[in-house]
């Protein structure tokens, strides 16, 4: 049985919205990607970035954490921090 959990800076979305997160925010801020092209570019960026995955990686994107937390019956000590 487990007694407690400690987590440090872990998601709590799905790998796959981490993934998309990640690879949307360059696209974002980069002023020579028009508006209108940003979504296709996004499209284009995360189907190469998800291209030859590790087994790691793969079993990554596939957790979604909200499936585990109902499981988790003891006590938790989550630490996150906030972007600078």
Same mark, same amino acid.
């Given at each position: 049985?487990?007694?407690?959990?400690?987590?440090?800076?872990?998601? #709590?979305? @799905? #790998?796959?919205?981490? =993934?998309? !997160?990640?690879? *949307?925010?360059?696209?974002?801020?980069? @002023?020579?990607?028009?508006? =209108?092209?940003?979504?296709? *570019?996004?499209?284009?960026?995360?189907? *190469?970035?998800?291209?030859?995955?590790?087994?790691? *990686?793969?079993? !990554?994107?596939?957790?979604?954490?909200?499936?585990?937390?109902?499981?988790?019956?003891? @006590?938790?000590?989550?630490?996150? #921090?906030?972007?600078?």
């Amino acid at each position: 049985m487990i007694a407690a959990v400690v987590t440090l800076a872990s998601p #709590g979305v @799905p #790998g796959m919205e981490v =993934a998309r !997160y990640q690879v *949307e925010q360059p696209i974002l801020k980069d @002023p020579k990607i028009p508006a =209108a092209s940003r979504e296709q *570019e996004l499209a284009k960026q995360l189907a *190469e970035a998800l291209k030859d995955l590790s087994a790691h *990686e793969s079993s !990554y994107l596939a957790i979604a954490p909200g499936l585990y937390d109902s499981h988790a019956h003891c @006590p938790a000590l989550i630490i996150q #921090g906030a972007p600078t």
